[in-house]
């Protein structure tokens, strides 16, 4: 092709990306000067109905379900800001479980503990940033979701208690807009937490072939579970806790989508965790896009403790007609003990399934953090498999 010619070809691309970016920007931003029929702005907030500045539900007590929210006829939750008092670890907002309702449903769309909810794992706060979700100043206690949450008869938000303490103070605001019908092809929003401790297969962890060759993963039946929905609608993103407690990196295990109840291969089989998430080469660099990140960083030895990365398929969902399983394996072929946790969020039509049970308050809790003490421990009965030789380095074969 002659160089007139590939010029000619660059600039009817330039053409029609420009085209398809201005169409991008009018959705995001040219919508806002849309002027609307019919469409009237609401807020539920927790504002002091005496006229005072006690601006907050007090003393919510353990075990206690409190509605945040009871919402007549149509309309669109577009923006949820929360703060609550005490702050970890004095009170564990692992333990406070929020739920949503649309349309009358019996069983909610949305459940998942409140951090996890908005991007706080392991009952820590920490700043984080997305296009649909976040935690602001200070020291990420502010929680935001900007998340669209149609429903056309009715909606209902609660919180239930299972920390160990009442609540003292607990702040919010709901903003929706109230409307006479929604358009018919608005999607529920669906927000699922899952939790599992992995387990490694009996010949031990063989990650990276550390104890020899490395085994193959041909059916997905020993991933992690991230989404598994019936139904038609699309997935737009997760929030993906990891504790790992060793220093190999956790992260060789592939993502895969299985649509419709596709069988091994998927249709959507990715090469690796960080691959998934936009990464590369094993990150442990804090890094936030408004789709994607690492808002969470272990600072251990080599990749050991706590990460959380977090992808939203704002421009690319995952589009199903039936059903999705969205799962991941726990390092390469399933072979690490790793504890994650993830917050799962689509749009789907209703009726939807009921969830599996949510984990126990047990099953959920926080795993200590491996520290030095235990590393010296482990290399103590290293030694004596070794022949408890007084010279005995570590590595020795």
């Known amino acids: 092709m002659s160089t007139r010619h590939l010029c000619a070809v660059a600039f009817v691309a330039s053409v029609a990306w420009a085209g398809r970016a201005r169409a991008d920007q009018a959705g995001m931003l040219g919508d806002l000067a849309r002027i609307r029929q019919g469409v009237k702005s609401k807020r539920i907030s927790s504002y002091d109905r005496s006229g005072g500045n006690n601006d907050r539900f007090e003393n919510i007590a353990r075990g206690e379900r409190r509605v945040l929210a009871e919402i007549k006829g149509a309309g669109m939750i577009n923006h949820i800001w929360i703060t609550i008092a005490d702050k970890p670890p004095r009170l564990n907002r692992h333990d406070i479980i929020l739920r949503m309702y649309w349309d009358g449903q019996k069983h909610p769309s949305v459940q998942a503990p409140i951090g996890d909810f908005f991007g706080q794992g392991w009952d820590e706060t920490y700043p984080f940033s997305s296009l649909p979700l976040a935690a602001g100043p200070v020291d990420g206690n502010a929680l935001v979701s900007y998340f669209v949450m149609p429903f056309s008869n009715g909606a209902r938000i609660e919180i239930t208690n299972e920390a160990d303490r009442p609540i003292r103070a607990f702040y919010y605001y709901i903003d929706y807009v109230a409307m006479d019908k929604i358009p018919p092809d608005m999607g529920r929003f669906h927000a699922w937490y899952n939790h599992q401790l992995t387990e490694a297969p009996p010949d031990g962890e063989n990650e990276w072939s550390t104890l020899g060759a490395v085994g193959k993963n041909t059916d997905g039946a020993r991933n992690y579970v991230i989404a598994d929905i019936k139904g038609k609608g699309q997935f737009v993103g997760v929030n993906y806790y990891v504790h790992c407690p060793t220093p190999l990196w956790y992260g060789e295990g592939d993502d895969m989508f299985f649509v419709d109840g596709e069988k091994w291969p998927s249709s959507l089989h990715g090469t690796g965790t960080e691959d998934y998430f ?22 251990d030895i080599g990749w050991l403790g706590r990460t959380h990365v977090y992808r939203f398929h704002i421009t690319d969902p995952i589009y199903f007609d039936e059903s999705l399983r969205f799962t991941i394996e726990h390092g390469h072929n399933n072979v690490l003990t790793l504890d994650l946790s993830s917050v799962a969020y689509w749009y789907q039509t209703l009726p939807g399934e009921p969830f599996p049970p949510m984990p126990s308050k047990k099953e959920r809790a926080v795993k200590p953090m491996i520290g030095p003490r235990d590393i010296h421990l482990w290399r103590h009965e290293w030694r004596k498999n070794h022949g408890n030789g007084r010279t005995l380095w570590g590595n020795e074969r």
Request: charge should be positive.
């Open 278 to 299: 936009n990464t590369s080469w094993c990150p442990k660099v804090p890094f936030q896009h408004p789709f994607y990140g690492y808002a969470r960083l272990n600072n």
